[in-house]
């Protein structure tokens, strides 16, 4: 299994933008399918955006379509979430997650990073 280690979350009031970062260890980063998702203390753990193995396709989220960009640098074992124009409603924990294919189900992927809260202030 791969570590994975998410930073970048913080306050930023709405309509401001954050980058969150997992890095990843181990040599095998690059066969994981990558994909960040939200949840909130009594919810169920959301998807939001997702990048296959060799960044050549993503995946998204309707609620997050058009503002956020996922990405990943395979030599730097690490991979992204561009949050633009944020909203209030994305306030939450941000956990990146790896698995074998890219997948809107947090079933599909092994393995999870301890997560960053983001909060944006109205």
């Known amino acids: 299994q791969v570590q994975l280690v998410e930073s970048g979350g913080g306050l930023v009031q709405a309509g401001g933008s954050l980058r969150l970062s997992c890095a990843a260890s181990?040599?095998?980063?690059?066969?994981?399918?990558m994909a960040w998702f939200r949840q909130t203390t009594g919810k169920e753990r959301e998807f939001v955006a997702a990048?296959?193995?060799?960044?050549?396709?993503?995946y998204y989220a309707d609620s997050v379509k058009g503002r956020f960009t996922i990405s990943r640098d395979n030599a730097k074992n690490t991979v992204y979430l561009q949050m633009n124009s944020l909203k209030p409603e994305d306030t939450d924990v941000y956990y990146c997650?790896?698995?074998?294919?890219?997948?809107?189900?947090?079933?599909?992927?092994?393995?999870w990073g301890q997560g960053t809260q983001v909060t944006v202030s109205s």
């Open positions: 997650a790896a698995g074998w294919s890219a997948s809107d189900s947090a079933n599909e992927y092994r393995s």
């Open positions: 181990g040599r095998t980063f690059s066969r994981y399918a």
């Open positions: 990048i296959r193995s060799n960044g050549g396709n993503t």
